[in-house]
């Protein structure tokens, strides 16, 4: 089905038709349409106009309020003020437009047939390290806009570009030759190993390693040499080092699973996945003249680059001993999406600290020419996870908080919060545990995405599981609300009834349910999940107001009329659950 006209893009056109016919010097004028407080819409643009065409703007809106033919769509404008028009639509025009939206799976939202591809950087865990709480944003975040740009068309390429290469694998390598057996370990219970069991092994190799590095000159020495059979390709170096992505990966996967994340193994390409492109890179720079030796460095100069020293401060491509430092790799991965995956997008969701970097990279790939008007590249760059005292987020000992110990926390304390309304409900104990997950992993993605990405935001778990404010609880909630309705509805179905006069919370509920498409497509345009999760919010607060003020089933309305709040009731779930879809998050039918 065609994407759905909402109601404002109908009265922007009838406005645009009105402008045309009154003042046909301003054809393409634009009327600046946007939803108001004094009537359903206002229209702001005969101001400027006015100045333009030196005219009064009340006699030049009267004008175009005059050329306007009667229509179904339009009750009344007033031209207010200095010029405004304050336009009312007919309660018909608000419940056949829902319709439309209703009979359609996508509920009217475009979708774009001749969109990009994107290429999505996200989740950018480390080998042999556990993830932490700074891992949280670029995963929630990353996956959020996935599902975002996928349902408006755009083709998406997903990367985990994780660190698997570098001088330590040199240290963990050597060990490993060195006492054999440290990872051959099973499972406590003989089956497969789990993640946390996984990450233990790799610490415990890590930590051990470590210390005789720090305490052994000679281990010292042999475990540099082995980063240099590392780099050459040796074919038992090579071996061990997968064993330490394998087993990081067992334990990464069953953190993205914690988050209800769907990792593919063919989307992780680590650092090591553009090691044979970097001398080509460092050669295409340095013969386009984009890079320069300096110092023996492979260097790029920016002019508004400086160091504090007032001295420019240059990308380092390539390091004077021959070494490939991040840049080689950032802008290797960048050839290879836009020659290999074609992308004309490329999308990194990386913290805001690394913006200088990555603003040098992308400059850096302009001079080349690997990003241009048709291919570019944006960092949705994100603030840090803060303690309720608003510093960094640490443990009570100062450490960085482990991910899985604050995921495990927060479907803790969820499932209590489902335990406590449960009897009401009839939830049996294997609903509970599920709903206890949907609802603690829902909270700590919602509390990430309902924050501005630039932004910092506060870790707090109590408010996060709280029934009560701009939390996803309180949508889960909403939407669990809605479908117990159904049950209680009888004979009851939900029927669009454009005949019938609305009241005033049923219009501002389907009025906000029409904007949903346009919604979605400044959240995609944006990259601003933030945006969908302040709709759904409101959404849920206008369903609220309507349940109060609008009887469905108790005391029950007339039929028609109860098969139109129900049609309303109907379309909202839908809205609530493709809604938190998109930003991963589950909406139980039960709660």
């Given amino acids: 089905m065609a994407s759905v006209p909402s109601l404002a893009s109908t009265v922007q056109q009838r406005l645009a038709d009105g402008l045309s016919a009154a003042l046909p010097d301003a054809a393409s004028a634009d009327p600046l349409l946007r939803r108001s407080d004094r009537a359903d819409f206002q229209a ?118 994780i660190g698997d290469w570098g001088t330590q694998f040199g240290m963990l390598i050597q060990f490993l030759i060195e006492h054999p057996h440290e990872l051959d370990h099973k499972a406590e219970d003989g089956g497969e190993v789990s993640g946390e069991e996984a990450m233990s092994n790799l610490n415990r190799l890590y930590k051990a390693s470590r210390a005789l590095f720090d305490s052994d000159e000679e281990f010292k020495t042999r475990a540099r040499a082995r980063v240099v059979d590392l780099q050459a390709g040796d074919e038992e170096t090579l071996a061990l080092w997968q064993r330490f992505v394998d087993e990081s990966k067992i334990y990464f996967y069953s ?115 690997w990003l241009n008007d048709e291919v570019k590249a944006v960092q949705l760059a994100f603030g840090t996870v803060l303690g309720k005292d608003g510093k960094p987020f640490k443990t009570r000992e100062g450490e960085t908080v482990r991910l899985v110990d604050l995921l495990d926390e927060a479907v803790d304390r969820a499932t209590t919060v489902v335990r406590e309304k449960a009897e009401k409900v009839g939830l049996t104990e294997a609903e509970i545990v599920e709903n206890g997950q949907y609802v603690g992993i829902g909270a700590v993605k919602y509390a990430d995405l309902s924050t501005s990405a630039a932004r910092d935001y506060k870790f707090d778990l109590d408010q996060m599981v709280s029934l009560n404010g701009d939390t996803s609880v309180y949508l889960q909630y909403a939407y669990a609300r809605i479908r117990s309705i159904f049950g209680k509805a009888g004979d009851r179905t939900p029927v669009a009834h454009p005949e019938l006069e609305l009241a005033p919370a049923e219009r501002a509920l389907g009025l906000h349910l029409d904007s949903f498409g346009e919604l979605i497509q400044e959240t995609a345009a944006e990259y601003a999940p933030h945006k969908l999760a302040a709709y759904l919010y409101q959404l849920a607060s206008l369903y609220t107001t309507f349940y109060d003020q609008c009887p469905v089933i108790k005391p029950a309305p007339a039929q028609e009329v109860a098969e139109n709040r129900l049609f309303l009731c109907e379309l909202t779930a839908r809205t609530l659950h493709q809604g938190m879809a998109l930003l991963g998050i589950r909406t139980p039918e039960r709660l």
């Fill in 44 to 161: 702001n643009g005969i101001l400027a106009l006015a100045k333009q065409l030196k005219g009064n703007p009340r006699e030049l809106a009267t004008k175009v309020v005059e050329a306007i033919p009667a229509n179904d769509v339009l009750k009344e404008i007033e031209v207010s003020g200095p010029g405004f028009l304050n336009i009312t639509v007919t309660d018909a025009a608000i419940i056949d437009t829902l319709a439309a939206r209703a009979a359609d799976a996508r509920l009217g939202v475009p979708f774009n047939e001749s969109a990009g591809t994107t290429v999505i950087d996200y989740a950018q865990p480390n080998v042999a390290k556990e993830m932490h709480v700074g891992h949280l944003r670029s995963a929630v975040i990353g996956a959020a806009m996935v599902e975002i740009l996928e349902f408006t068309g755009e083709t998406v390429v997903r990367r985990h570009h």
């Fill in 255 to 369: 953190v993205f699973d914690k988050l209800d994340m769907d990792i593919r193994d063919g989307d992780v390409v680590g650092e090591s996945g553009y090691n044979d492109m970097l001398v080509e890179t460092c050669r295409i720079l340095e013969e386009s003249g984009v890079a320069v030796r300096s110092e023996g460095a492979l260097c790029v100069f920016f002019d508004d680059v400086k160091g504090p020293d007032g001295n420019p401060t240059p990308l380092i491509v390539q390091k004077s001993d021959g070494g490939f430092g991040y840049a080689a790799t950032d802008l290797s991965a960048i050839r290879d999406r836009v020659q290999n995956l074609k992308a004309t997008s490329l999308l990194y969701v990386v913290d805001a600290r690394q913006s200088l970097h990555f603003k040098m990279v992308f400059e850096t790939a302009r001079r080349a020419g």
